[in-house]
């Protein structure tokens, strides 16, 4: 239906900073509701971040609060997360998505993903 390309993943040692970005052909994506999600080996998908369509409205993980800024660019049909302050347990592969916005930290509700960016923090 749309493609979601994840970008920026790495491996980094902790207290380093990345921003990932994700590229979107929604073509409603300036409308939509975005959001970022993450899944470590071994353990379920989790909920990491989300924006309304402006990015006037942000919602995240108690586990990256304070450290973690989600961001969009319409104009760039582009989703950002700013991860600062990276540690181990950040380490995952990153997925964007368009979740329900009434919804948007349930990843069971996400129908469509990107093929995700690997985050690797060494301590």
């Known amino acids: 239906q749309f493609q979601l390309v994840e970008s920026g993943g790495g491996p980094v040692q902790a207290g380093d900073s990345l921003r990932l970005s994700c590229l979107s052909s929604?073509?409603?994506?300036?409308?939509?509701?975005m959001g970022w999600f993450r899944q470590a080996p071994g353990k379920e998908r989790e909920f990491v971040a989300a924006t309304n369509w402006n990015g006037g409205e942000r919602y995240y993980a108690d586990s990256v609060k304070g450290r973690f800024i989600i961001s969009r660019d319409n104009g760039r049909n582009t989703l950002y997360l700013q991860m600062n302050k990276l540690t181990p347990e950040d380490t995952a592969v990153y997925y964007c998505?368009?979740?329900?916005?009434?919804?948007?930290?349930?990843?069971?509700?996400?129908?469509?993903w990107g093929q995700g960016t690997q985050v690797t923090v060494s301590s």
């Open positions: 929604l073509r409603t994506f300036s409308t939509s509701a």
């Open positions: 998505a368009a979740p329900r916005w009434d919804r948007y930290n349930d990843f069971r509700e996400v129908n469509s």
